[in-house]
């Protein structure tokens, strides 16, 4: 039968199923296609701008020209659907099913434990899964490339490795395959050496490539049979043409020279979503085959300005091994620059043309391009040119030469001549999937046999508008011969070309120049060697600098998980204490689970966009919705005035306005929302809603400006031991010292979500949300619309990631979806957008910490004195909890007999920060252990010693007169010691240190001791509901939250024992305020300590009823003891509660007992340091943490490892930054850095201490979600030791101040080499700097 289809019609396969599509709009992209119309929400929605992975699909494509299939991976979030024509796209739902068969890709993450609150698993899955596709046996590194753009702010990422390194080599599973079963049942494998393992390779399925979707037959026959024709698709603001031949591309640009030329959609796509840019035309020539030939000559390759990033690379990895080694200097330089240039998915669409025209300021290629002397070869309706890339080429910001109407049709790139070397730089504030911070590409070529400079470009990348040369200083040095003198010269040149005001885009300015000048040093060694190597010098480079050339370590190291297997004689049937795997990892691996944003639309459902202040402090004169509610699809504008009960939420030391009344403090404040039928009318609609300002002068924005014009939220605290000012008299020494540590945003993969359903009947609504807090919404909501608690229930079926950020924002901005529906009386979805999201829900608190320190010399600390001042933004929230919570902690381990502190919670006019997981904790913590470092420093002692000298010994009372015993933290302090090696490392890196300039190594151990429990008694409660139905089926509730963190594995795992029936009985469904009523935060890592006691009760008062049934017929199953049951009128169904500790605090006589107990831990951490960018590498971790007995090992150690990476990205990379009129710049993972896999130690060891207990807490177990994210900052002061070597080189000694985080621009002025010594200081009163330091 003839195909009468419109031969412009899209036809794509998803999954092996056909699409046909007559008119897609362009500016849909293929995530929002995959989950709305397809109803395939296994692919995430998360940052939309290609940053994070969570939404990677596989794109295949068959290619007439090679006749092969190529699979690659893609950001679905940049993919225009109008783009897929003839691909075949595969989602997490097409590798396998729970209802099926599951993938092997999916079985190994989930049973390796790599699944937590399982937002990235799919993205993960699917980056794995391309990878296998193209290379079924990959090495690690290949792994490691594959994931470099997938984020997750769970896991740590060690377990995904774990997980997918199995497919590399064949397993060597210790059991045999007789094993009763592993992971996924909660029996643990064992080692070679009899040591429980987490999972048991044996256990997984093979790969099996013949399971895989084929590629649709269909799509290969048209394209060997079919001539492709022009497309064009028509959407609300934007037409789609997508020429199939040069010559029509070429006039289609002649007739539109504003239209973009779509091909990788990595600038295009992310600058209409986030900056507004619309396009009436866009042009799409992908199927144009000209721009992706490849033509070698002698002279070097023309390579299409079609091709992809990945593929360049491909071609020019190839060249590298083919031709001479002196030809491939340029190629080798680009290679190196493309490793890391965004992450896979990133480069598998890009394209060359795409990344030139671009003209990123910090582009990692043009530098390069520029210095390698490349040619564009332009076409356009004048016909065909060549231009070079030179220092006239990049004009401005994004600007080119170019004329709108060229079209780069190729690249040229030259072979590299004799005695010509090229060398590429980049340093980034992470090492992979960031934007370079500067770049850098640098070409030499001497006189032959001679070191007489010929030739010399050297181009660099974030230091101005566009890439830029250095041509003044090229010219100090070429005609000169290469050496000391002359390289002198050209760093003041290089300083006196490159200069930066302090309010250049990106901040940073010192740093940015300092690193053009250690680059050049860089590329002088570089060139040094060679010439050495030539034999064109005589003198080697010497020893100690070698290392400055050398790269940092990379090789990922086998970790080590140490726990203790269970009893022997504990029933193989009693999961407790084994490490069962996350009870949703499956499902969240395949793509099934579902998140509050993957449920089906309700009928007739609105999308409410929150309309936010733009402007610190302001009188709002007006809000006109006019021009909004013109807009097609734009239903109603919501204003305070539309709530009909409560304009304020309340809680614990907090009142907020729900949405702005009549002022704003902050930019970023919530003042009104659009509700429209779709999330675009609702988004188009919010643009265009005009508020008018009166600004108020005076806004307050640092925690200086605020100590300075006294802007405190009351209450303030202090506390004090001993007599701290009259303790100072006493001492040897007095050191005075402060440090600040920056904001952490919570950045969970899941962004607030929420939909509220009105019922329609007796003012009911159910609400649908991502919160820790399902109570805390229920309550703000009933408050808000004046009515009972009783009509409003929530329901969280699972949260993907939180860390303390979903309990007050969500509840507030639940109330105001609420009110839109309720005056609506539709049903409102309110999801926000990452970069919404990261400006309105505030972060972690930023504290500036002062002390002043007294000891002895032989280091005994006597006295000490912190004042610590949160910047705690322009309302409360939980503020003064936070700070109670620091001072609470000052004490850390040391016993330091007269200890005060202040704290203070500065009002700002920021966004309101809230809680973070550690809860202020993180931050005291930091300032003490920075303290006794600095004691350290004074005293010329090791930081060990003086720990190890003052922590708190025998039986103790805290400053707060809280009782406890230290002997688990000592266990901790030597065990930690023992397992890290850590006297001969010490040595060791001392040595190191003594041989190497440039590279130095640093190592720390830290300690800490953590309070579980809510302080405010009356929040330790908890409750649960057991139903059992008549077949036996067990569904459980109870009142915490499952956000990643396991508690509902826990749970499970507590049922099994006390039913003593398999974990598999045990159904959890979801979090509900009409199952378990007026229920606490699932916070505070105390949610398995009361919810565990809970349900415990609820099973053991049905195991108590059944008693008799069982005496009477033992030997009867579960299902029939039920059956019999429920004939004999027992109820099976109960509840159980816990009334948890009475904790307190009385601040008015500064003493309590405001934990139950504590946990401790111990972590030592070795980095080595690039002094002169400030690069580092994490080359090893040893964790030891008392957690009691765990009840889940897996789950327990998943907590350590992901609280870790939180710390480490704390305290070394996240950086939020704020203008000067107080507005977010850092709004998406562009901006701001969470640790990705890069990050992760190279060997990261965890071991839980043996032979603990615990009185306080379900089966001896301890709180673990928290305490150990402070460990991170071993990195920290692992850095700081680096860099102490690094200022004695430079004749610096005594006590220095490095901030947190201690980003690489930190780092490396900190170490004070001597080009960053030749940097001078930017006056801060020439130019309004970029950010501030709030
Ligand atoms: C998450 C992320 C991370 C990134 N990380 C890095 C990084 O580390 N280093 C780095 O250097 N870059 C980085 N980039 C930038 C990326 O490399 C560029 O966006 C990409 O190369 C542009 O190519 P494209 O095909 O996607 O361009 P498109 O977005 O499709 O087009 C971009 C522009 O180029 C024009 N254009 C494209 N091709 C041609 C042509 N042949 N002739 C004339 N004009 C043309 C278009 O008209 C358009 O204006 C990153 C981008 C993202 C989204
Ligand atoms: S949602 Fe696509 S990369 Fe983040
Ligand atoms: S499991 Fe990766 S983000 Fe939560």
Same mark, same amino acid.
């Given at each position: 039968?003839?195909?009468?289809?419109?031969?412009?019609?899209?036809?794509?396969?998803?999954?092996?199923?056909?699409?046909?599509?007559?008119?897609?709009?362009?500016?849909?992209?293929?995530?929002?296609?995959?989950?709305?119309?397809?109803?395939?929400?296994?692919?995430?929605?998360?940052?939309?701008?290609?940053?994070?992975?969570?939404?990677?699909?596989?794109?295949?494509?068959?290619?007439?020209?090679?006749?092969?299939?190529?699979?690659?991976?893609?950001?679905?979030?940049?993919?225009?659907?109008?783009?897929?024509?003839?691909?075949?796209?595969?989602?997490?739902?097409?590798?396998?099913?729970?209802?099926?068969?599951?993938?092997?890709?999916?079985?190994?993450?989930?049973?390796?434990?790599?699944?937590?609150?399982?937002?990235?698993?799919?993205?993960?899955?699917?980056?794995?899964?391309?990878?296998?596709?193209?290379?079924?046996?990959?090495?690690?590194?290949?792994?490691?490339?594959?994931?470099?753009?997938?984020?997750?702010?769970?896991?740590?990422?060690?377990?995904?490795?774990?997980?997918?390194?199995?497919?590399?080599?064949?397993?060597?599973?210790?059991?045999?395959?007789?094993?009763?079963?592993?992971?996924?049942?909660?029996?643990?494998?064992?080692?070679?050496?009899?040591?429980?393992?987490?999972?048991?390779?044996?256990?997984?399925?093979?790969?099996?490539?013949?399971?895989?979707?084929?590629?649709?037959?269909?799509?290969?026959?048209?394209?060997?049979?079919?001539?492709?024709?022009?497309?064009?698709?028509?959407?609300?603001?934007?037409?789609?043409?997508?020429?199939?031949?040069?010559?029509?591309?070429?006039?289609?640009?002649?007739?539109?020279?504003?239209?973009?030329?779509?091909?990788?959609?990595?600038?295009?796509?992310?600058?209409?979503?986030?900056?507004?840019?619309? /396009?009436?035309?866009?042009?799409?020539?992908?199927?144009?085959?000209?721009?992706?030939?490849?033509?070698?000559?002698?002279?070097?390759?023309?390579?299409?300005?079609?091709?992809?990033?990945?593929?360049?690379?491909?071609? *020019?990895?190839?060249?590298?091994?083919?031709?001479?080694?002196?030809?491939?200097?340029?190629?080798?330089?680009?290679?190196?620059?493309?490793?890391?240039?965004?992450?896979?998915?990133?480069? #598998?669409?890009?394209?060359?043309?795409?990344?030139?025209?671009?003209?990123?300021?910090?582009?990692?290629?043009?530098?390069?391009?520029?210095?390698?002397?490349?040619?564009?070869?332009?076409?356009?309706?004048?016909?065909?040119?060549?231009?070079?890339?030179?220092?006239?080429?990049?004009?401005?910001?994004?600007?080119?030469?170019?004329?709108?109407?060229?079209?780069?049709?190729?690249?040229?790139?030259?072979?590299?001549?004799?005695?010509?070397?090229?060398?590429?730089?980049?340093?980034?504030?992470?090492?992979?999937?960031?934007?370079?911070?500067?770049?850098?590409?640098?070409?030499?070529?001497?006189?032959?046999?001679?070191?007489?400079?010929?030739?010399?470009?050297?181009?660099?990348?974030?230091?101005?508008?566009?890439?830029?040369?250095?041509?003044?200083?090229?010219?100090?040095?070429?005609?000169?011969?290469?050496?000391?003198?002359?390289?002198?010269?050209?760093?003041?040149?290089?300083?006196?070309?490159?200069?930066?005001?302090?309010?250049?885009?990106?901040?940073?300015?010192?740093?940015?120049?300092?690193?053009?000048?250690?680059?050049?040093?860089?590329? #002088?060694?570089?060139?040094?060697?060679?010439?050495?190597?030539?034999?064109?010098?005589?003198?080697?480079?010497?020893?100690?600098?070698?290392?400055? @050339?050398?790269?940092?370590?990379?090789?990922?190291?086998?970790?080590?998980?140490?726990?203790?297997?269970?009893?022997?004689?504990?029933?193989?049937?009693?999961?407790?204490?084994?490490?069962?795997?996350?009870?949703?990892?499956?499902?969240?691996?395949?793509?099934?689970?579902?998140?509050?944003?993957?449920?089906?639309?309700?009928?007739?459902?609105?999308?409410?966009?929150?309309?936010?202040?733009?402007?610190?402090?302001?009188?709002?004169?007006?809000?006109?919705?006019?021009?909004?509610?013109?807009?097609?699809?734009?239903?109603?504008?919501?204003?305070?005035?539309?709530?009909?009960?409560?304009?304020?939420?309340?809680?614990?030391?907090?009142?907020?306005?729900?949405?702005?009344?009549?002022?704003?403090?902050?930019?970023?404040?919530?003042?009104?929302?659009?509700?429209?039928?779709?999330?675009?009318?609702?988004?188009?609609?919010?643009?265009?809603?005009?508020?008018?300002?009166?600004?108020?002068?005076?806004?307050?924005?640092?925690?200086?400006?605020?100590?300075?014009?006294?802007?405190?939220?009351?209450?303030?605290?202090?506390?004090?031991?001993?007599?701290?000012?009259?303790?100072?008299?006493?001492?040897?020494?007095?050191?005075?010292?402060?440090?600040?540590?920056?904001?952490?945003?919570?950045?969970?993969?899941?962004?607030?979500?929420?939909?509220?359903?009105?019922?329609?009947?007796?003012?009911?609504?159910?609400?649908?949300?991502?919160?820790?807090?399902?109570?805390?919404?229920?309550?703000?909501?009933?408050?808000?619309?004046?009515?009972?608690?009783?009509?409003?229930?929530?329901?969280?079926?699972?949260?993907?990631?939180?860390?303390?950020?979903?309990?007050?924002?969500?509840?507030?901005?639940?109330?105001?979806?609420?009110?839109?529906?309720?005056?609506?009386?539709?049903?409102?979805?309110?999801?926000?957008?990452?970069?919404?999201?990261?400006? @309105?829900?505030?972060?972690?608190?930023?504290?500036?910490?002062?002390?002043?320190?007294?000891?002895?010399?032989?280091?005994?600390?006597?006295?000490?004195?912190?004042?610590?001042?949160?910047?705690?933004?322009?309302?409360?929230?939980?503020?003064?909890?936070?700070?109670?919570? @620091?001072?609470?902690?000052?004490?850390?381990?040391?016993?330091?007999? +007269?200890?005060?502190?202040?704290?203070?919670?500065?009002?700002?006019?920021?966004?309101?920060?809230?809680?973070?997981?550690?809860?202020?904790?993180?931050?005291?913590?930091?300032?003490?252990?920075?303290?006794?470092?600095?004691?350290?420093?004074?005293?010329?002692?090791?930081?060990?010693?003086?720990?190890?000298?003052?922590?708190?010994?025998?039986?103790?009372?805290?400053?707060?007169?809280?009782?406890?015993?230290?002997?688990?933290?000592?266990?901790?302090?030597?065990?930690?010691?023992?397992?890290?090696?850590?006297?001969?490392?010490?040595?060791?890196?001392?040595?190191?240190?003594?041989?190497?300039?440039?590279?130095?190594?640093?190592?720390?151990?830290?300690?800490?001791?953590?309070?579980?429990?809510?302080?405010?008694?009356?929040?330790?409660?908890?409750?649960?509901?057991?139903?059992?139905?008549?077949?036996?089926?067990?569904?459980?509730?109870?009142?915490?939250?499952?956000?990643?963190?396991?508690? /509902?594995?826990?749970?499970?795992?507590?049922?099994?024992?006390?039913?003593?029936?398999?974990?598999?009985?045990?159904?959890?469904?979801?979090?509900?305020?009409?199952?378990?009523?007026?229920?606490?935060?699932?916070?505070?890592?105390?949610?398995?300590?009361?919810?565990?006691?809970?349900?415990?009760?609820?099973?053991?008062?049905?195991?108590?009823?059944?008693?008799?049934?069982?005496?009477?017929?033992?030997?009867?199953?579960?299902?029939?003891?039920?059956?019999?049951?429920?004939?004999?009128?027992?109820?099976?169904?109960?509840?159980?509660?816990?009334?948890?500790?009475?904790?307190?605090?009385?601040?008015?006589?500064?003493?309590?007992?405001?934990?139950?107990?504590?946990?401790?831990?111990?972590?030592?951490?070795?980095?080595?340091?690039?002094?002169?960018?400030?690069?580092?590498?994490? *080359?090893?971790?040893?964790?030891?943490?008392?957690?009691?007995?765990?009840? +889940?090992?897996?789950?327990?150690?998943?907590?350590?490892?992901?609280?870790?990476?939180?710390?480490?990205?704390?305290?070394?990379?996240?950086?939020?930054?704020?203008?000067?009129?107080?507005?977010?710049?850092?709004?998406?993972?562009?901006?701001?850095?969470?640790?990705?896999?890069?990050?992760?130690?190279?060997?990261? +060891?965890? /071991?839980?201490?043996?032979?603990?207990?615990?009185?306080?807490?379900?089966?001896?177990?301890?709180?673990?979600?928290?305490?150990?994210?402070?460990?991170?900052?071993?990195?920290?002061?692992?850095?700081?030791?680096?860099?102490?070597?690094?200022?004695?080189?430079?004749? *610096?000694?005594?006590?220095?101040? *490095?901030?947190?985080?201690?980003?690489?621009?930190?780092?490396?002025?900190?170490?004070?080499?001597?080009?960053?010594?030749?940097?001078?200081?930017?006056?801060?009163?020439?130019?309004?700097?970029?950010?501030?330091?709030?």
């Amino acid at each position: 039968m003839a195909d009468k289809r419109n031969p412009e019609t899209l036809l794509f396969y998803v999954n092996g199923k056909k699409i046909l599509e007559e008119n897609v709009d362009p500016e849909t992209m293929l995530v929002f296609y995959l989950r709305e119309k397809l109803k395939l929400t296994g692919t995430k929605h998360s940052c939309g701008g290609g940053g994070c992975g969570a939404c990677t699909v596989m794109v295949s494509r068959y290619q007439p020209r090679t006749k092969t299939i190529m699979h690659f991976s893609a950001n679905a979030c940049l993919l225009p659907v109008c783009q897929l024509h003839l691909a075949a796209v595969t989602t997490a739902e097409g590798l396998g099913s729970c209802r099926t068969r599951i993938h092997a890709v999916q079985e190994r993450i989930a049973k390796a434990h790599g699944s937590q609150c399982g937002f990235c698993t799919p993205g993960m899955v699917m980056s794995m899964y391309a990878l296998l596709r193209t290379r079924p046996q990959p090495t690690l590194d290949d792994i490691i490339e594959a994931l470099g753009g997938n984020l997750c702010r769970c896991t740590g990422y060690r377990p995904i490795i774990d997980g997918f390194r199995t497919f590399c080599r064949a397993s060597d599973c210790c059991q045999a395959n007789s094993m009763e079963g592993c992971s996924a049942n909660g029996q643990s494998a064992n080692d070679k050496n009899g040591a429980p393992e987490l999972f048991c390779k044996d256990d997984f399925r093979p790969l099996d490539p013949t399971q895989e979707l084929i590629f649709p037959p269909e799509l290969i026959l048209i394209a060997e049979s079919q001539r492709p024709i022009t497309q064009t698709f028509q959407g609300e603001q934007t037409t789609w043409v997508s020429p199939v031949s040069l010559e029509e591309l070429v006039q289609l640009k002649g007739r539109y020279p504003e239209a973009p030329l779509v091909l990788g959609n990595t600038n295009v796509g992310p600058s209409m979503k986030f900056k507004g840019s619309r /396009h009436p035309v866009i042009i799409c020539p992908t199927r144009v085959s000209e721009l992706y030939d490849i033509t070698h000559t002698p002279q070097g390759v023309w390579v299409g300005a079609g091709c992809t990033l990945s593929a360049v690379k491909a071609l *020019l990895e190839k060249l590298v091994l083919e031709l001479p080694l002196d030809q491939v200097e340029t190629f080798s330089a680009l290679v190196q620059q493309l490793g890391h240039l965004g992450g896979w998915q990133i480069r #598998n669409v890009a394209s060359l043309g795409g990344n030139i025209v671009s003209a990123y300021p910090n582009s990692d290629l043009n530098p390069v391009l520029c210095a390698g002397r490349c040619v564009l070869r332009i076409i356009s309706q004048g016909g065909e040119r060549e231009i070079p890339m030179n220092e006239n080429f990049f004009t401005g910001f994004g600007k080119t030469l170019l004329n709108p109407e060229d079209v780069v049709l190729s690249v040229f790139i030259p072979v590299s001549e004799k005695g010509e070397f090229v060398r590429a730089f980049r340093q980034a504030p992470r090492k992979e999937n960031a934007l370079a911070t500067v770049t850098a590409g640098m070409r030499v070529r001497f006189r032959p046999g001679t070191c007489m400079v010929e030739d010399l470009s050297i181009f660099y990348g974030g230091v101005g508008p566009c890439t830029v040369a250095t041509t003044k200083t090229c010219q100090h040095i070429i005609g000169r011969p290469w050496n000391e003198e002359t390289l002198n010269d050209a760093y003041t040149a290089l300083l006196q070309e490159i200069s930066l005001p302090p309010s250049a885009p990106g901040g940073k300015v010192e740093f940015r120049r300092a690193l053009t000048l250690s680059f050049l040093f860089k590329f #002088n060694l570089h060139v040094l060697q060679k010439l050495r190597e030539m034999g064109i010098i005589l003198e080697d480079v010497q020893g100690e600098m070698v290392s400055a @050339i050398q790269g940092l370590p990379e090789q990922l190291q086998p970790c080590v998980q140490e726990f203790q297997e269970v009893p022997q004689d504990q029933p193989s049937l009693d999961p407790v204490g084994r490490p069962l795997m996350h009870r949703s990892a499956i499902n969240q691996a395949t793509g099934e689970a579902v998140y509050c944003d993957d449920m089906a639309k309700v009928q007739g459902e609105l999308f409410m966009v929150i309309v936010t202040s733009t402007r610190a402090r302001a009188n709002i004169i007006k809000i006109d919705d006019s021009e909004a509610l013109k807009l097609p699809g734009v239903v109603d504008v919501i204003t305070t005035r539309d709530i009909p009960g409560k304009k304020f939420l309340s809680f614990p030391g907090m009142e907020e306005e729900v949405l702005a009344v009549s002022e704003v403090t902050c930019v970023g404040q919530m003042v009104c929302a659009v509700v429209a039928d779709t999330k675009e009318h609702a988004k188009q609609g919010a643009a265009v809603v005009k508020v008018d300002y009166e600004d108020i002068p005076g806004p307050v924005f640092t925690i200086e400006e605020a100590i300075e014009k006294h802007s405190f939220f009351e209450p303030q605290r202090m506390i004090e031991r001993g007599n701290v000012t009259e303790a100072f008299e006493k001492t040897d020494q007095v050191f005075e010292g402060e440090i600040h540590l920056g904001g952490q945003e919570h950045f969970y993969m899941e962004t607030q979500s929420m939909i509220v359903v009105p019922s329609g009947e007796e003012k009911e609504l159910k609400v649908y949300l991502s919160s820790q807090h399902p109570t805390y919404a229920q309550e703000s909501i009933a408050e808000t619309l004046g009515i009972p608690s009783n009509r409003v229930s929530c329901h969280v079926k699972r949260v993907g990631g939180a860390f303390g950020g979903k309990v007050t924002k969500t509840a507030m901005m639940a109330s105001i979806t609420a009110v839109a529906a309720w005056k609506t009386g539709r049903a409102v979805r309110c999801v926000l957008e990452r970069g919404d999201d990261m400006l @309105i829900t505030g972060a972690r608190h930023p504290v500036l910490g002062k002390y002043k320190v007294g000891f002895m010399n032989d280091g005994k600390i006597i006295a000490a004195d912190l004042q610590y001042y949160s910047n705690a933004g322009h309302t409360a929230d939980e503020s003064i909890l936070v700070i109670e919570k @620091i001072l609470l902690h000052m004490d850390n381990v040391y016993n330091i007999p +007269n200890l005060r502190g202040w704290g203070m919670a500065c009002k700002t006019n920021l966004p309101s920060n809230t809680a973070f997981r550690g809860f202020g904790v993180p931050q005291t913590l930091l300032v003490v252990e920075n303290m006794v470092n600095d004691v350290a420093i004074k005293l010329g002692r090791t930081a060990e010693e003086i720990r190890e000298k003052n922590m708190y010994k025998g039986q103790s009372l805290t400053h707060y007169k809280m009782e406890f015993d230290p002997q688990n933290l000592h266990r901790c302090w030597d065990e930690c010691l023992e397992k890290a090696t850590y006297h001969s490392r010490r040595a060791a890196i001392t040595k190191f240190n003594e041989g190497s300039r440039y590279k130095k190594k640093g190592l720390a151990i830290i300690p800490i001791k953590y309070g579980i429990a809510f302080t405010e008694g009356f929040l330790n409660q908890a409750a649960a509901l057991v139903h059992i139905y008549k077949d036996g089926s067990v569904l459980l509730s109870h009142g915490g939250t499952e956000m990643g963190q396991g508690l /509902h594995t826990k749970m499970q795992q507590v049922a099994s024992r006390e039913l003593r029936i398999p974990a598999s009985l045990i159904h959890i469904s979801e979090t509900s305020t009409n199952t378990v009523p007026n229920t606490c935060p699932s916070a505070a890592s105390f949610g398995t300590d009361a919810n565990g006691m809970a349900v415990k009760e609820a099973c053991q008062k049905l195991r108590r009823r059944l008693e008799p049934i069982i005496k009477e017929n033992p030997k009867g199953t579960w299902s029939s003891w039920i059956m019999k049951a429920f004939l004999q009128k027992i109820s099976l169904s109960a509840t159980g509660f816990y009334r948890g500790h009475d904790l307190y605090m009385n601040w008015e006589k500064q003493e309590g007992q405001p934990y139950a107990y504590f946990v401790y831990g111990v972590c030592c951490s070795e980095v080595e340091v690039d002094c002169l960018t400030g690069d580092y590498r994490t *080359l090893r971790t040893d964790i030891v943490v008392d957690m009691g007995k765990s009840i +889940n090992p897996s789950i327990d150690i998943g907590q350590i490892e992901g609280a870790f990476t939180q710390g480490l990205g704390l305290f070394t990379m996240e950086e939020l930054k704020f203008s000067p009129s107080g507005v977010l710049h850092t709004r998406g993972p562009s901006q701001y850095k969470i640790p990705a896999l890069c990050d992760m130690p190279l060997q990261l +060891n965890v /071991h839980l201490l043996a032979g603990s207990g615990n009185a306080h807490a379900i089966y001896s177990s301890k709180g673990i979600g928290e305490p150990v994210l402070f460990l991170g900052s071993s990195v920290f002061f692992a850095i700081k030791d680096a860099v102490v070597a690094s200022r004695q080189e430079a004749g *610096l000694s005594g006590p220095f101040r *490095l901030d947190s985080p201690a980003t690489p621009d930190r780092t490396c002025l900190a170490c004070a080499t001597r080009f960053a010594q030749m940097v001078p200081a930017s006056d801060p009163e020439s130019s309004q700097p970029w950010a501030i330091h709030v």
